[in-house]
């Protein structure tokens, strides 16, 4: 008969409750252990990194901008008066003189106000020239009756002075030489009479002329003034030599005096419209050398206007090109320029990253003395440049670093290069 043993159970129960503790405590040594081990560091293919070497020297601060050449000078083609198109005779981009006709005009009521001035300048020169008639006719008659009077007074004189004569030496009577004497004396003042009365009468003349000449020439100034109206309606001319650039009406359109026709420029005379973002706008002044690009050339100008007002995030800057414009520039032709701001002769930059803005601290990465490895350092950032930026603090000249946007590499302190 078996006897069974209390203390091997036992001993067996406590060494099997040993062995589980032991795993239990060397399965959490384990894990504790491997969740204290750092990361492997991501592997990242060179080729598809953008590198840059931290220098140190001359920095030309520049900030750049994208726009468009547009006209120094647009004349706008005004409507004269109220009108109706009816007829275009160009299309924009055409060349134009300053007497081209570029449209059409009408309007039935300055054709009709035109013709009643016409007919009432006609009416009043014809008056004119009837009241100067009557004048002319009026003046004459007092003319023949002065010379009259004078000549009677001439007569009277003559035998006044002979009835004198006669009566001192007693061949006449005094009653006699009395008598002429007075007679002459009346004649006399007849006669100044009759010369004011003929200068007044000249004088009324000449006013009543002047008057009515001057109702003429009222009437002819409307009348030139309806005529030149209804003239630059029916013939709208571009006003300069250029390029027809806008025509802003239809035919069968009804315009109001004053509005805007057609538009003029002169392709020759344009200047860079550039936008520049508010932030580096600041340092923009006038004067500034600049640099266009048209895509067909390289052009130098300089800074002649900033705009005060920001606009959706930008500034308006206008730039005079100093050089000619290559062949086939034009109004509304997208170019790109970029402004000197200052040249800052000793400072540590690098090449401008992709990520950061100026006055701002950073992670970037640097290149391991082997290159095959990088590991982020915070560099201080200073002023920035179109593709140069100066660095502050963090960085030493001759670093390489990683310029590239790394955003997806922002949980890692470290990668390696392959």
């Known amino acids: 008969m078996d006897i069974r043993r209390e203390d091997l159970v036992k001993k067996r129960r406590i060494r099997r409750i040993l062995y589980i503790v032991f795993g239990l405590l060397a399965v959490a040594s384990v894990t504790l252990a491997v969740s204290r081990l750092k990361p492997a560091p991501p592997s990242v293919d060179g080729a598809t990194l953008w590198p840059g070497t931290v220098e140190r020297g001359a920095m030309l601060l520049e900030v750049r901008g994208l726009g468009s050449l547009v006209p120094e000078d647009i004349l706008v083609v005004p409507a004269p008066t109220d009108g109706r198109v009816v007829r275009r005779l160009l299309l924009p981009g055409s060349p134009v003189k300053a007497d081209t006709v570029l449209m059409e005009l009408t309007d039935p009521q300055l054709e009709q106000s035109t013709l009643d001035a016409e007919w009432q300048l006609k009416a009043a020169e014809a008056e ?63 006669n100044e009479i009759e010369k004011q009365r003929l200068a007044v009468s000249a004088a009324s003349a000449k006013a009543q002329l002047e008057e009515q000449q001057a109702k003429v020439e009222q009437l002819r100034a409307l009348y030139d003034l309806k005529k030149s109206q209804l003239e630059s309606l029916e013939h709208v001319r571009a006003g300069a030599d250029g390029v027809l650039q806008e025509l802003d009406v239809e035919v069968g359109q009804q315009v109001t005096a004053g509005t805007a026709l057609a538009k003029v420029v002169q392709p020759e005379h344009l200047k860079a419209q550039l936008k520049i973002p508010e932030t580096q706008a600041k340092d923009v002044l006038a004067n500034q050398k600049a640099q266009i690009d048209t895509r067909n050339g390289i052009i130098p100008g300089h800074v002649m206007r900033v705009d005060p007002s920001v606009v959706e995030g930008s500034v308006t800057v206008d730039v005079k090109l100093d050089a000619p414009l290559p062949q086939g520039a034009r109004p509304d032709l997208s170019v790109e320029g970029t402004i000197e701001i200052e040249n800052l002769p000793d400072v540590v930059f690098m090449g401008r990253p992709a990520f950061g803005q100026p006055n701002s601290t950073v992670g970037v990465f640097k290149y391991d003395p082997d290159g095959k490895g990088a590991t982020r350092v915070q560099v201080k950032l200073g002023r920035a440049s179109v593709n140069a930026v100066e660095i502050l603090s963090g960085l030493q000249p001759g670093d390489r670093v990683i310029l590239s946007d790394m955003s997806q590499w922002d949980a890692f302190n470290r990668i390696r290069v392959e």
């Open 128 to 190: 004119y020239n009837s009241i100067k008639a009557q004048l002319d006719s009026t003046l004459l008659d007092q003319k023949a009756h002065a010379a009259q009077v004078q000549s009677d007074f001439i007569k009277a004189q003559i035998n006044a002075d002979r009835d004198t004569e006669l009566a001192k030496r007693g061949l006449g009577s005094e009653l006699n030489a009395r008598e002429s004497k007075a007679e002459a004396e009346a004649l006399a003042t007849s």
